[in-house]
């Protein structure tokens, strides 16, 4: 018999994200990413900035350690929605958060987007933009999908690492 080295078959498998899916489905959450912004008990917030337009937190599945959710407070779904205002901080905190990553792990490059839709893989009906950090030698998302995908560092590492360098890098005074 001839030996399977495709660990994960045709998928990508993200241990835990299921049970958590299921049980957000099941409760009375309408937008986890609403839930973070109200920090509530319902959902695990890994919030690491939030002002009076938008918020930053990690992504609790993350593709690599370091991997930001930058999102509007407004709930709104399409990018055409965003004020004049909202674009120019959602920029800024690109810049803060990329500077930020910098720090902390120096990669070599940044995946910088929206998932807008369904049809585009959006898995949550609020705006959010995703910054992946991305490193030498490292696979990129076809062949994870394909392969394998080791996070040399748990996210809740990451986060104590982000909250300490938080006001380093975001200024509610700003």
Do not use: W
Not at 134 to 141: D, T, V
């Amino acid at each position: 018999m001839e030996k399977d080295n495709n660990l994960f078959k045709d998928n990508l498998h993200a241990v835990g994200k299921l049970k958590y899916v299921q049980d957000l489905k099941s409760s009375d959450i309408n937008c986890i990413l609403c839930e973070i912004l109200a920090d509530s008990e319902k959902v695990e917030v890994l919030k690491i900035y939030q002002d009076d337009t938008m918020a930053i937190s990690l992504n609790l599945y993350p593709f690599n350690p370091g991997h930001l959710m930058i999102f509007p407070v407004r709930h709104i779904v399409d990018f055409r929605e965003l004020t004049e205002p909202e674009i120019i901080r959602l920029s800024y905190l690109i810049a803060k958060c990329q500077d930020m990553l910098t720090e902390m792990y120096n990669p070599l490059g940044y995946n910088v987007g929206f998932n807008q839709g369904k049809a585009a893989g959006a898995s949550i009906e609020h705006l959010h933009l995703h910054i992946v950090p991305r490193f030498k030698r490292e696979l990129g998302y076809i062949d994870i999908i394909g392969k394998t995908r080791v996070l040399v560092e748990d996210v809740h590492s990451v986060y104590k690492k982000m909250k300490t360098l938080t006001p380093k890098y975001f200024d509610k005074n700003e």
